[in-house]
């Protein structure tokens, strides 16, 4: 769970936007999403793999360039 501790002279809007940049981090949006939908066994499976191609494509790219 994200926690945001304010200070007395921080305002809503900054305490807000760090909130939600911790959340982001955190990946809880994406989470929710993912909890929301199912995901067939199948899909979830092709998901994995194409990350792990991104991935190794990304390792790749860095270590020619």
């Known amino acids: 769970m994200a926690q945001v501790y304010v200070t007395g002279e921080e305002s ?3 305490v807000l936007n760090r909130f ?5 981090k955190e990946g ?3 989470e929710m999403k993912r909890r929301l ?3 067939k ?3 979830r499976r092709r998901r ?3 990350r ?6 990304r390792a ?3 270590q020619q360039g």
């Open 12 to 14: 809503i809007d900054r």
């Open 20 to 24: 939600k940049k911790l959340c982001e």
């Open 28 to 30: 809880l949006r994406r």
């Open 37 to 39: 939908a199912y995901e």
């Open 41 to 43: 066994p199948s899909e």
């Open 48 to 50: 994995q793999l194409m």
């Open 52 to 57: 792990r191609r991104r991935q190794m494509l």
């Open 60 to 62: 790749q790219a860095k």
